[in-house]
C-alpha cells in the first residue's frame, strides 16, 4: 500500500482559489481541505462512495442530523452518498451538499492519480451555526485523515482482487 500522511489546509483563506471555486456556497465561513498522497485509483465519485456508503452510519446520522440538523436524504440513490445530495460532478470531483436550518455544507471529494483530497465547506445561516461548528471542527479535523487512509485502503484491497465495491 502506498499511502502517505494527510495535509490539510484550514481557512478560506488559505485554500486556493481553483480549490474555493469547487464549492456552491454563496459564502464560506468556513472551510478546510485534506490531501492524502496515494497510489489507490478511483473516481471522486467512487472514492465518496467508498468514504461515506450509501447511508450514513450511526456516527454520522449522530453528527450530520443530530447536531447539525442536516436534511439528508433517507433512501439509497445514485444522485445521494450516505444521504447528502450530489450537487455536481466534474473532471476528477464531486460535491456532496446539505443544509440544515441554520448552515448550509459541502463536501468536495478530489480525485487524481496520486492523491485523494476532501474538501468542507460551511455557510453559517444563523447564530447555532457560529457556536456548534467551531467545537465540531476540532473532532472533524481529527477524523477526515482517518477516513482518507481507510479508504484509500479499501480501494487498493478491492484493486488487489480486481473488483470493486462500497463502504
Not at 16 to 28: E, G, N, T
Not at 77 to 101: H, K, P
Not at 119 to 145: E, I, K, M, N, Q
Amino acid at each position: 500500500m502506498s499511502v502517505g500522511a494527510a495535509v490539510s489546509t484550514v481557512g478560506t483563506e488559505r485554500l486556493p482559489a481553483p480549490v474555493r471555486a469547487l464549492s456552491s456556497l454563496s459564502r464560506i465561513d468556513y472551510a478546510d481541505h485534506f490531501v492524502l498522497p496515494t497510489d489507490a485509483a478511483a473516481t471522486a465519485e467512487r472514492w465518496a462512495r467508498v468514504m461515506f456508503g450509501d447511508r450514513p452510519d450511526a456516527v454520522e446520522l449522530f453528527l450530520w442530523r443530530g447536531l447539525l440538523g442536516l436534511r439528508l436524504g433517507r433512501t439509497v440513490s445514485a444522485d445521494t452518498v450516505a444521504g447528502w445530495r450530489i450537487g455536481e460532478r466534474g473532471d476528477g470531483w464531486i460535491r456532496l451538499e446539505a443544509t440544515s436550518w441554520f448552515l448550509a455544507a459541502d463536501l468536495v471529494v478530489q480525485a487524481t492519480g496520486d492523491s485523494v483530497a476532501l474538501g468542507t465547506f460551511l455557510r453559517y445561516d444563523r447564530r447555532p451555526a457560529h457556536l456548534l461548528w467551531p467545537p465540531l471542527s476540532l473532532l472533524h479535523r481529527r477524523l477526515v485523515p482517518g477516513v482518507l487512509r481507510k479508504a484509500a485502503s479499501r480501494i487498493e484491497a478491492d484493486e488487489a482482487r480486481g473488483g470493486v465495491s462500497g463502504r
